[in-house]
C-alpha cells in the first residue's frame, strides 16, 4: 500500500497563475483532507470532504476549490496564486469521520512557493 | 474558536532522559487527542491516540489525558537522538475534524 500520495512534490508559480494539487490514497478510506503549514502557525485545514460527493470549507478557504474526484482522489486547485499561499500542503485521509479514534494518515506534501 | 495550545520550545533533554510534552484545549466536547511526530521537512506521522481519561502507554511513549482540567500530556521515556522532532497535539470532535496545535521542537542531546 502507498498510503497518502502527493502530486508535485515542489512547484514554483508566479503571482496569478494556477495550479492543481492532487492527491491519492488507497486505504478504502471515507474522508480527506487538504491542510497548509507555515512556520508558527501550525496545520490549518482548508477543505475536507467527509465522503465521495460531499466537500466542506475549513478554517482557511479563500483562494482555493476543491473537487472529490472518486472515493480515491482529493484535488486542491488555486485559479490565482498569491504570494500569501506559499506553504507546504498536506492531504491526509481517515476512515470514519467523527468516531472516537478515527486518525488520520498525511502524505509527504507538496512544497509550494508564490513568487 | 476551538485552540490547542502547547509550547513551542525548543525542549532539550539530555539523552536517556524523560521528555515531557503537554498540551491544553478549549473544546470541552473534545472526543478524541492524537500526538503526531514531524521530521523537519517531513509529513505528521502519529504516535499514538488516546480518549480515555488516565494513561495509555505504547513502547518508551505514554499519553496522559485529563479530561477535567482539559490537559494531554506525552511522555518519552528513555529519550534519544533520533526522537529529536516537532510533536504536535490534535484534538478531534464528533465532527471530524482534527485542531492542531503549533507543535513543540523537541532536541534530544547525545
Known amino acids: 500500500n502507498a498510503g497518502v500520495t502527493q502530486t508535485p512534490k515542489f512547484q514554483v508559480l508566479k503571482t496569478g497563475q494556477s495550479m492543481t494539487l492532487q492527491c491519492a490514497q488507497d486505504?478504502?478510506?471515507?474522508?480527506m483532507y487538504w491542510y497548509r503549514q507555515d512556520p508558527g502557525m501550525g496545520l490549518r485545514l482548508i477543505y475536507y470532504?467527509?465522503?465521495?460527493?460531499?466537500?466542506d470549507k475549513g478554517e482557511v478557504p479563500n483562494g482555493y476549490n476543491v473537487s472529490r474526484l472518486n472515493k480515491r482522489e482529493f484535488s486542491l486547485r488555486l485559479e490565482s496564486a498569491a504570494p500569501s499561499q506559499t506553504s507546504v500542503y498536506f492531504c491526509?485521509?481517515?476512515?470514519?469521520?467523527?468516531?472516537?479514534?478515527?486518525?488520520?494518515?498525511f502524505g509527504p506534501g507538496t512544497r509550494l512557493t508564490v513568487l | 474558536q476551538k485552540e490547542v495550545e502547547q509550547n513551542s520550545g525548543p525542549l532539550s533533554v539530555p539523552e536517556g532522559a524523560i521528555a515531557s510534552l503537554n498540551c491544553t484545549y478549549s473544546?470541552?466536547?473534545?472526543?478524541?487527542f492524537f500526538w503526531y511526530r514531524q521530521y523537519s521537512g517531513k509529513s505528521p506521522e502519529l504516535i499514538m491516540f488516546i480518549y480515555s481519561n488516565g494513561d495509555k502507554e505504547d513502547g518508551r511513549f505514554t499519553a496522559q489525558l485529563n479530561k477535567a482540567s482539559q490537559y494531554v500530556s506525552l511522555l518519552i521515556r528513555d529519550s534519544q537522538p533520533s526522537d529529536s522532532a516537532t510533536y504536535l497535539c490534535?484534538?478531534?470532535?464528533?465532527?471530524?475534524?482534527?485542531?492542531f496545535g503549533k507543535g513543540t521542537k523537541l532536541s534530544v542531546k547525545p
Open positions: 473544546d470541552r466536547g473534545s472526543q478524541s
Open positions: 486505504m478504502n478510506h471515507n474522508s
Open positions: 491526509a485521509s481517515s476512515h470514519s469521520p467523527g468516531q472516537v479514534g478515527d486518525t488520520q494518515y
Open positions: 490534535a484534538v478531534g470532535g464528533s465532527q471530524g475534524n482534527l485542531i
Open positions: 470532504s467527509a465522503s465521495e460527493g460531499t466537500t
